[in-house]
Structure formats: C-alpha cells, structure tokens
C-alpha cells in the first residue's frame, strides 16, 4: 500500500450503539414531530461544553432498516479528553449524563454497552493509502483475485466516501466483467487500468478536501472553513469558473473522483492566475502614480501566496488529460 500523509490521520474514534427509537430532546421532539429517533434522520448530539478537552459532538447517519441500532462516532481531536480516560461503564454514564443533559443517557444506553465502549480501546483513522497493483488472474484464466473497497484504498471518513467507493469498484468491476465476457486474463487488468485514475483520485482528494474538520489545529480550521465558505460563494458568482469546494462535489454521482481532482486543480491554477492579474493591476496602478514601492510589493505578494498556500500535486497524483 502506498501511504500519504493527511492531517486527520491518527486522530482516534470510538463508536456508540444507541436504541433505533431513542427518546429525543424536548426541543428536538417540538421541531421533528416526534418523541423519539426515527431510523431515516440524521442527527447530531452536541455536548454541553464546549472546551477542546471535553467537547462531545455525536453524529448519526440515518438507517434502511428501523430496528437496526443507531451507532454514534466519537471523533477526538484532543488526546487529553476526558472519555478517553474513561475504562469502566458506570463513569461513562456519569460523564455522558454530565455531557448531553438533553438526554435521560441511563434510560438509554444499557449497562452492557456503556462498558463495551469504555473498554474497547478504540481505533486510529488510517493514512490515505492505496494498493498500486490490484488484480491477478491465476491458473491461467480459471480464477482471479480482485481488491476492493478498504482493501484497496482506505483513508479517514472526512468525505464519507468508503462505502461508496467500495460499491463503485464493485460496478466497475462487473463493467469489465461484461465487456470481456467474463474472460479474466482480460477482463481484470482491464480493471484495474480503468479504476487506478479513480483510486489515487479519490486518495489525493482525501489529503485535501476536508481533513481539519474535527477543529484539531483550531486556527487552521478556523482558515480552513473561511476558504470553504469563501469558494462556495465564489462558485456561485464566477459562471462557472471557480467549483464548489470538493466536499460538496463528491455528492454528486454524475462526477468520477478524478473529475472531481481536475476541478480541484483547476481552481488552484485559476486562483493563482487571479490572483497574478490581480497584482499586476495593482502594480500598474501604483505605478502610474510614482509609487514604486508599493507596485512592487503589489507584483510581488501574488508569488509569495503562491509559495506559501498552493502546493503543487505530487507527481503520482497528476492526471493524463
Ligand atoms: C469512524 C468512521 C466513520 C466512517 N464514516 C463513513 C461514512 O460516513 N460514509 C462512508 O461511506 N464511509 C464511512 N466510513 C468508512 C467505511 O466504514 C468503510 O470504508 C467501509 O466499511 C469499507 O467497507 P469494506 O467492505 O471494504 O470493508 P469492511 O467494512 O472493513 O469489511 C471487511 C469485513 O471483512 C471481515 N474480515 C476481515 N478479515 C477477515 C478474515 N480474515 N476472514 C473473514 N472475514 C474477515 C471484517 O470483519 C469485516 O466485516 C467510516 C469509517 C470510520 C472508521
């Protein structure tokens, strides 16, 4: 596997089962219109404090099956957190009761599942990495071995692409499949050239898109989300000459991953050269006025930007037009 770094890498997640019809907050019940959880909404649990070292923030993905349970992610940036000092189920409850006051936690999470939480030790998020080789057809053309999903390509969840992408390199697959008759000597390797592009795609976009999103720099995140906000805007006014930030493309099914890289790349490069013309405006204005100094530094600042905000994509990653 080839491994990148990423700056959500490392961070450390434990998961909690909640009941399918937990009860919900009073106003919670007011604006959904009912008293408890209902299997297809999202919601989110937000802790009372809002201190790094104890900021509990519970998302839950909605469910096809209603009495499946609902499982919470606890994602935590802070390693000096509270719940992970906690190792026994009875101080879970109490921190839990003290962290969502919204919530009657000891009638909702049993005895039994409060310990298994605190117990378990948790899991890391894996660096984004992916297999460069991933088929092989053995015995001549009688059987095969084909990676998908994790298996090839895992990363952190800050794109909730991992199932999708596993499910994708399933149809791909069965595309190569029938083009070839189901001739493996065929048919893999030709899966495999066509699902690569998408593969290291999707891992370059996992270093880029949405990695500070668990507030774990708090000032870089802050950045992070003004330029989030700052190029949605922008998306909209500029007819199409700025995208909307990848997190939002990967949303829509119509784009491939590597699509979704070129938009980002191009983005960068239409920023640079913006940002290039608008210095050179700014220069030429100061200029004609006699102040060279501040034309100067006018011509200057775009290429110090460049320098220290856009960093150019590792050679593995360019993409063939
Ligand atoms: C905290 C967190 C949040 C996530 N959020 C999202 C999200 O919002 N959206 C999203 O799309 N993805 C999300 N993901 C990623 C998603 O869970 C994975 O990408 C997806 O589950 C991968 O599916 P898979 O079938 O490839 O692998 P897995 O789900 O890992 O399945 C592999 C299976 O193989 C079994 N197995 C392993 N070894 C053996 C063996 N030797 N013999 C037999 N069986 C074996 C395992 O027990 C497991 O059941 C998240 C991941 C994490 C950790």
Redesign the pocket.
């Known amino acids: 596997m080839r491994k990148h770094p990423s700056l959500s890498a490392g961070l450390r997640?434990k998961?909690l089962s909640f009941p399918p019809n937990f009860p919900l907050p009073p106003k919670a019940q007011e604006e959904a219109g009912t008293p408890t959880a209902v299997h297809s909404e999202s919601y989110v649990l937000i802790g009372a404090s809002n201190r790094f070292n104890s900021r509990l923030r519970l998302g839950m993905?909605p469910t096809a099956d209603e009495n499946a349970s609902r499982t919470a992610?606890f994602?935590s940036a802070a390693e000096e957190n509270e719940i992970w000092r906690i190792k026994d189920g009875e101080s879970l409850l109490d921190f839990l009761e003290g962290a969502l006051p919204q919530l009657p936690v000891r009638s909702i999470l049993s005895s039994a599942e409060a310990h298994r939480f605190a117990e378990s030790e948790g899991?890391r998020?894996p660096p984004p990495q992916y297999s460069e080789r991933f088929v092989d057809v053995l015995q001549g053309n009688e059987c095969g071995v084909v990676l998908?999903?994790?298996?090839l390509h895992?990363f952190p969840?800050d794109l909730?692409?991992?199932?999708?992408?596993?499910l994708e390199d399933i149809m791909k697959l069965r595309e190569s499949l029938r083009r070839h008759g189901h001739d493996l000597a065929n048919a893999l390797p030709d899966f495999e050239r066509n699902r690569r592009p998408d593969v290291k795609s999707l891992v370059r976009l996992m270093q880029v898109s949405h990695p500070l999103q668990y507030k774990q720099y708090k000032y870089l995140a802050l950045l992070f989300q003004l330029k989030f906000i700052a190029q949605f805007l922008i998306s909209k006014v500029s007819f199409g000459l700025i995208y909307r930030p990848p997190f939002l493309e990967v949303m829509n099914a119509e784009f491939t991953y590597s699509e979704i890289l070129r938009r980002v790349e191009r983005n960068c490069k239409r920023y640079q050269l913006g940002g290039y013309a608008l210095g050179a405006a700014s220069g030429l204005f100061f200029a004609l006025r006699g102040r060279w100094l501040a034309a100067m530094a006018c011509l200057l600042a775009p290429a110090l930007l460049v320098a220290l905000l856009f960093e150019k994509t590792p050679k593995e990653f360019e993409l063939a037009d």
């Open positions: 997640y998961v993905l992610n994602i899991a998020f998908v999903g994790d298996a895992a969840p909730g692409q991992g199932v999708n992408a596993g």
